[in-house]
């Protein structure tokens, strides 16, 4: 698809289709990306017979947010038996203080929002960079390190209190 096309598009439908998408991600950010992975499809080709551009470019974008919840929810799972995991592990603490420290750690990675969870442990726990962490998560890699850098500020406002009573 040539450029003056893409931006007749992109100006005609761009607002509603952000607000199609968030009605499904129930967040802007990722209705953002989706709709900038629509416009890259859009740009890499279109199919030649197409009825209703606009009936087109919605089912482009309900096809996206179908995927994108998907893999959401794959994450989802995958977080939660972490997260259990974790939990039946402190059972064999025996240090009455390091049980108290990985409890309260545990609720605190709970508390925090699930991309920024996904992250911490992907890079503290599965050792990953940030270019692998982007890539497994299909995000740009400023996402992933701003993510981590967020979801460690707010474990460390958690876990002061109880760092600073252990010591």
Same mark, same amino acid.
């Given at each position: 698809m040539?450029k003056?096309e #893409?931006?007749?598009?992109?100006?005609?439908?761009?607002?509603?289709?952000?607000?199609? #998408?968030?009605?499904? *991600?129930?967040n802007e950010?990722d209705?953002?990306?989706?709709?900038?992975?629509?416009?890259?499809? #859009?740009?890499? $080709?279109?199919?030649?017979?197409?009825?209703?551009?606009?009936a087109f470019?919605?089912?482009?974008?309900?096809?996206?947010a179908i995927?994108?919840?998907?893999?959401?929810? *794959?994450r989802?799972?995958?977080?939660e038996?972490?997260?259990r995991?974790?939990?039946? $592990? #402190?059972?064999?603490?025996?240090?009455?203080?390091a049980?108290?420290l990985?409890?309260?750690?545990?609720?605190?990675?709970?508390?925090l929002p699930?991309?920024?969870?996904?992250?911490?442990?992907l890079?503290l726990?599965d050792?990953? *960079?940030?270019?692998?962490?982007?890539?497994?998560?299909?995000?740009?890699?400023? *996402?992933?390190?701003?993510?981590?850098?967020? $979801?460690?500020?707010?474990?460390?406002?958690?876990?002061?209190?109880?760092?600073?009573?252990?010591q």
């Amino acid at each position: 698809m040539n450029k003056p096309e #893409l931006e007749r598009i992109y100006d005609a439908h761009a607002s509603g289709l952000f607000h199609y #998408l968030v009605t499904f *991600t129930k967040n802007e950010a990722d209705a953002r990306d989706l709709l900038q992975e629509l416009f890259i499809k #859009l740009a890499r $080709g279109t199919p030649q017979e197409m009825r209703s551009e606009k009936a087109f470019l919605y089912r482009l974008a309900h096809n996206l947010a179908i995927d994108w919840m998907r893999r959401r929810k *794959t994450r989802w799972d995958s977080e939660e038996r972490l997260l259990r995991e974790v939990e039946d $592990g #402190l059972q064999t603490l025996p240090d009455p203080d390091a049980l108290a420290l990985a409890r309260c750690f545990a609720q605190a990675m709970k508390s925090l929002p699930a991309e920024q969870r996904t992250i911490v442990q992907l890079k503290l726990w599965d050792g990953l *960079t940030f270019e692998e962490i982007a890539e497994a998560q299909k995000i740009p890699l400023n *996402t992933a390190a701003s993510r981590y850098r967020y $979801g460690l500020d707010k474990l460390r406002t958690l876990l002061r209190p109880i760092y600073e009573e252990l010591q």
